[in-house]
């Protein structure tokens, strides 16, 4: 069956008051910073020092594989999150899955930077590595849709573009983080002391700012959207299997939404620094090309979301797609150049320009397409699937493509085209309130 518009969207709902919903930004923004900081330093990490550190051999690019296989596990685990979260979330509120994927997120990212390495106790090193994983994994199937979802619920209904993007920002924040943490202990060390225990202090500082973070979370309510709808008993009683049944459309389009958005960003941010690594002997150049990208993010993503305010959230999203399917090509030939003086430059035209147009709106839109009693399922399940398809198995499948094309890029690039077409397909379906949500914002109130 397909599904209509949420009711919502008829009028504008109750709004909790301006402070309130300020400090409802500042706990996405800060929350989401923090989850996907300790989700981006595994991806960074197993870029760098995972494949020595836990699956040493003698083929490198075996060791590559392993530990790109271990990216892509935690991407396998965030459904299994986003389905519990999201069952839960719909049932008791979106604040209380918020504190619990947070804390259970700095827990395993502490235990990462207190691991034992593969020399220290063997093949249980990568086991341990694994589980952990996967509870990470999990712990971000559990954060993006309510954070979105909290910040979206809360916003006037001509401002929901910007008022997701706080979430989306937390994405960038995450990564100029992760990346920062990493330059600079890098710096700070030799190769052998970033081998010993470097890597590992970008791990343990995490749990300082999960206290910040949940200090800031545990100050804020559900919006009056979702109150009066667990206040009137209308809660879903099974609200996962609802939106298989009821909402399948929106579902399927937001999962395809995801895939070029996704595996865009971790070419970039993962593929890229292995690819440089082994192309080019090259550790620090991608790393600090993906964090000068991060920061721009923190102004790209708010402005692409309060475009889509402005003009609509498929205008601006059916750009993003274009921009990814040709931006790849772009990317790939200039790696092959002499000089990566003008990496940050094509990072920015890749990270801000394709990847944020898509990625700014997203937080408002996908919450548009569902009604209020089944939004947290809805949301959750497309998006962390369609993870999963997309940046999950990017970039263990960009190593594999690289292979398989003798030693060059190409088949990586037409991957990349495929799936912006089959994601460009989606937009177009996809319900766009835009007009709706303005004439809701200038009708009175009752």
């Not at 599904?3 to 504008?12: H, I, M, V, W």
């Not at 619920?153 to 990564?175: D, I, K």
Request: charged share 15%; glycine share 10%; net charge positive.
């Amino acid at each position: 069956m397909t599904t209509t518009l949420p009711p919502a969207e008829a009028a504008q709902p109750e709004l909790a008051p301006p402070r309130e919903r300020r400090r409802v930004l500042g706990s996405a923004f800060a929350g989401t910073t923090i989850e996907w900081y300790d989700f981006y330093l595994y991806g960074t990490a197993s870029a760098l020092v995972f494949n020595t550190q836990f699956f040493p051999s003698d083929n490198p690019l075996a060791s590559t594989l392993a530990s790109f296989s271990t990216l892509a596990i935690g991407f396998l685990m965030r459904p299994l999150g986003g389905i519990v979260a999201g069952h839960l979330g719909d049932r008791i509120g979106r604040k209380a899955l918020l504190v619990a994927s947070l804390l259970v997120m700095g827990i395993a990212s502490l235990l990462i930077g207190l691991l034992p390495n593969h020399e220290a106790i063997g093949a249980w090193a990568a086991v341990a590595l694994v589980l952990l994983r996967m509870v990470q994994g999990f712990a971000t199937g559990a954060e993006w849709g309510g954070s979105a979802l909290l910040s979206v619920e809360h916003a006037p209904a001509a401002r929901r573009g910007l008022y997701g993007s706080f979430t989306q920002v937390g994405s960038a924040a995450g990564m100029l983080l992760a990346t920062g943490a990493f330059l600079v202990v890098r710096s700070l060390t030799t190769a052998e002391q970033f081998a010993d225990f470097g890597w590992r202090i970008p791990f343990l500082a995490s749990a300082v700012l999960v206290v910040l973070a949940l200090w800031i979370r545990l100050g804020v309510q559900d919006a009056p959207e979702f109150t009066a709808v667990r206040r009137e008993g209308r809660t879903a009683s099974a609200p996962v299997r609802e939106v298989l049944t009821r909402h399948r459309r929106p579902l399927l389009i937001i999962v395809a939404q995801r895939i070029a958005q996704n595996s865009i960003y971790f070419l970039i941010a993962v593929y890229l620094l292995s690819y440089l690594s082994d192309t080019r002997g090259d550790d620090t150049s991608g790393v600090t090309a993906v964090m000068i990208a991060s920061a721009v993010g923190l102004v790209t993503t708010p402005l692409w979301g309060m475009l889509s305010d402005r003009v609509g959230r498929r205008p601006v999203t059916v750009f993003g797609y274009v921009a990814i399917a040709v931006f790849v090509w772009v990317l790939f030939t200039y790696l092959g150049a002499s000089s990566l003086a003008l990496l940050p430059l094509v990072v920015i035209l890749g990270m801000n320009i394709a990847h944020d147009a898509v990625y700014g709106p997203q937080a408002a839109w996908f919450a548009e397409q569902f009604p209020v009693e089944v939004r947290y399922s809805g949301v959750n399940m497309g998006y962390q699937l369609g993870s999963v398809i997309g940046g999950g198995i990017m970039p263990l499948l960009a190593a594999v493509l690289y292979a398989a094309g003798g030693g060059t890029p190409w088949l990586i690039c037409l991957y990349v085209t495929a799936i912006s077409v089959i994601s460009l397909v989606a937009t177009l379906f996809a319900e766009d309130p835009h007009g709706r949500a303005l004439r809701a914002a200038r009708a009175p109130r009752p």
